[in-house]
């Protein structure tokens, strides 16, 4: 550590890169090397404190070249440790839901890590306004952000409370000039295009896997410990079904669209008699639904299935559920009409028990000229060893069973329920 003095008189470009080799050197903290160069990291202006979209850190100059070494230790610890758990696309869910308590229960998890890591705080500090209770060091984003929810509904807000300002909260939980509930901000809306950039949700995951590995094989050699926190955190229990219907939506939604061969009624009503174009929803018209029925495929997953058709039914309503009940061959199919939609739940009839042969699926579909808006396969994931899948439609696997499937598809994701 350099001495106050010296330290004051670096740039802050110079400070984050000083941050970086720093923690790469640290025999615990090294775990986060990788994503010191995954994305962009940047001294920016127009940050008031420091903000991650879960892929770039941004710090704002002004506020670095106020923290002292072990405080900017702290916050680009603090940023990196946002991206190695993934909480921008984890937990977008509860940010639509509530900002301020998602934003804090991110917050107080990834600086639990940092001070139990570092008590003294003598190589890396939480600058002030950071979210930390030594109580909640064991829970996680979700049981924070429950709690964060219980307790802020259950005090009524009066004039001049600010968010984190409610009894029971420390000092430090205030937020800071971020204005979130924290001491930094956090870009959830910009994740998508962010991952984007670097290939997508999917590719970002592998390069976090890939940065996770090196991390760990960092800090072996450097005789560290990884903190259980940590190890806990990087298996997030996220409800699969919200992650499902995210994606459902993602791929049946933007179906709005404009005819001139009807005028909107609304502006031609105007006083001037605009003719504007007439704006409709397109319906969704298939989604076929593909579920494994192999020996290995119990009753009760085959009930659970069934219960979760009725939930796509009510969350799309499209005009055909198309379903497959397949195990080496697709040995039944069931066209179920909007009109019959409603009764799905005693419509569906399971057969199958054989072998198992996802390909059958694709073949199938290609054979007989279907063009689905999207496919939902249910499945345990024991399969063949090389899938071949040909369909080019929008397509989900919801795995209960094997975690090491991948998606036979470039244009598929995978769903493991456990």
């Given at each position: 550590?350099?001495?106050?003095?010296?330290?004051?008189?670096?740039?802050?470009?110079?400070?984050?890169?000083?941050?970086?080799?720093?923690?790469?050197?640290?025999?615990?903290?090294?775990?986060?090397?990788?994503?010191?160069?995954?994305?962009?990291?940047?001294?920016?202006q127009n940050i008031p404190?420091?903000?991650?979209?879960?892929?770039?850190?941004?710090?704002?100059?002004?506020?670095?070249?106020?923290?002292?070494?072990?405080?900017?230790?702290?916050?680009?610890?603090?940023?990196?440790?946002?991206?190695?758990?993934?909480?921008?696309?984890?937990?977008?869910?509860?940010?639509?839901?509530?900002?301020?308590?998602?934003?804090?229960?991110?917050?107080?998890?990834?600086?639990?890590?940092?001070?139990?890591?570092?008590?003294?705080?003598?190589?890396?500090?939480?600058?002030?306004?950071?979210?930390?209770?030594?109580?909640?060091?064991?829970?996680?984003?979700?049981?924070?952000?429950?709690?964060?929810?219980?307790?802020?509904?259950?005090?009524?807000?009066?004039?001049?409370?600010?968010?984190?300002?409610?009894?029971?909260?420390?000092?430090?939980?205030?937020?800071?000039?971020?204005?979130?509930?924290?001491?930094?901000?956090?870009?959830?809306?910009?994740?998508?295009?962010?991952?984007?950039?670097?290939?997508?949700?999917?590719?970002?995951?592998?390069?976090?896997?890939?940065?996770?590995?090196?991390?760990?094989?960092?800090?072996?050699?450097?005789?560290?410990n990884i903190n259980r926190?940590?190890?806990?955190?990087?298996?997030?229990?996220?409800?699969?079904?919200?992650?499902?219907?995210?994606?459902?939506?993602?791929?049946?939604?933007?179906?709005?669209?404009?005819?001139?061969?009807?005028?909107?009624?609304?502006?031609?009503?105007?006083?001037?008699?605009?003719?504007?174009?007439?704006?409709?929803?397109?319906?969704?018209?298939?989604?076929?639904?593909?579920?494994?029925?192999?020996?290995?495929?119990?009753?009760?997953?085959?009930?659970?299935?069934?219960?979760?058709?009725?939930?796509?039914?009510?969350?799309?309503?499209?005009?055909?559920?198309?379903?497959?009940?397949?195990?080496?061959?697709?040995?039944?199919?069931?066209?179920?009409?909007?009109?019959?939609?409603?009764?799905?739940?005693?419509?569906?009839?399971?057969?199958?028990?054989?072998?198992?042969?996802?390909?059958?699926?694709?073949?199938?579909?290609?054979?007989?000229?279907?063009?689905?808006?999207?496919?939902?396969?249910?499945?345990?994931?024991?399969?063949?060893?090389?899938?071949?899948?040909?369909?080019?439609?929008?397509?989900?696997?919801?795995?209960?069973?094997?975690?090491?499937?991948?998606?036979?598809?470039?244009?598929?994701?995978?769903?493991?329920?456990?």
């Amino acid at each position: 550590m350099l001495d106050a003095n010296t330290y004051s008189k670096l740039s802050a470009q110079l400070r984050l890169e000083r941050s970086h080799f720093q923690c790469m050197s640290h025999n615990e903290f090294a775990l986060l090397s990788g994503f010191f160069m995954l994305g962009r990291s940047e001294i920016v202006q127009n940050i008031p404190t420091a903000c991650t979209d879960g892929v770039n850190k941004k710090y704002g100059e002004a506020f670095v070249l106020t923290l002292s070494e072990p405080e900017m230790n702290g916050l680009v610890l603090h940023e990196n440790g946002h991206v190695m758990l993934r909480h921008m696309p984890m937990y977008k869910h509860l940010f639509l839901e509530d900002k301020e308590c998602a934003n804090k229960a991110c917050d107080y998890v990834v600086n639990g890590w940092i001070v139990d890591t570092d008590p003294q705080g003598v190589f890396a500090k939480l600058p002030a306004g950071g979210c930390y209770k030594p109580e909640w060091s064991n829970l996680t984003v979700k049981e924070i952000y429950d709690l964060l929810r219980k307790e802020k509904e259950g005090e009524p807000e009066e004039e001049g409370d600010k968010p984190g300002d409610k009894p029971g909260d420390k000092p430090g939980d205030k937020p800071g000039k971020g204005g979130q509930g924290g001491f930094d901000e956090h870009d959830w809306e910009g994740t998508e295009e962010a991952e984007e950039e670097l290939g997508g949700a999917e590719e970002v995951g592998k390069l976090v896997e890939q940065a996770i590995r090196e991390g760990c094989t960092l800090v072996g050699k450097l005789k560290g410990n990884i903190n259980r926190r940590i190890t806990d955190a990087l298996t997030p229990k996220i409800d699969w079904k919200v992650v499902f219907q995210d994606w459902l939506v993602s791929v049946t939604n933007g179906r709005g669209t404009a005819t001139w061969r009807q005028f909107n009624r609304r502006f031609l009503a105007k006083p001037f008699g605009m003719l504007m174009p007439h704006q409709y929803e397109e319906s969704i018209k298939e989604v076929i639904l593909a579920v494994d029925t192999s020996g290995s495929i119990s009753d009760s997953v085959l009930a659970g299935v069934i219960a979760e058709m009725v939930k796509i039914v009510e969350s799309v309503d499209p005009e055909v559920i198309r379903i497959l009940w397949w195990d080496a061959d697709v040995q039944k199919e069931q066209v179920i009409k909007r009109d019959q939609s409603s009764n799905i739940k005693h419509l569906a009839e399971a057969a199958g028990g054989g072998g198992t042969r996802m390909g059958c699926v694709s073949e199938y579909i290609v054979e007989h000229g279907l063009k689905p808006d999207c496919v939902v396969v249910f499945t345990d994931g024991y399969v063949e060893g090389s899938v071949s899948w040909q369909v080019s439609s929008p397509t989900v696997f919801i795995v209960d069973g094997n975690t090491r499937f991948s998606s036979p598809t470039a244009n598929g994701k995978v769903i493991f329920k456990n």
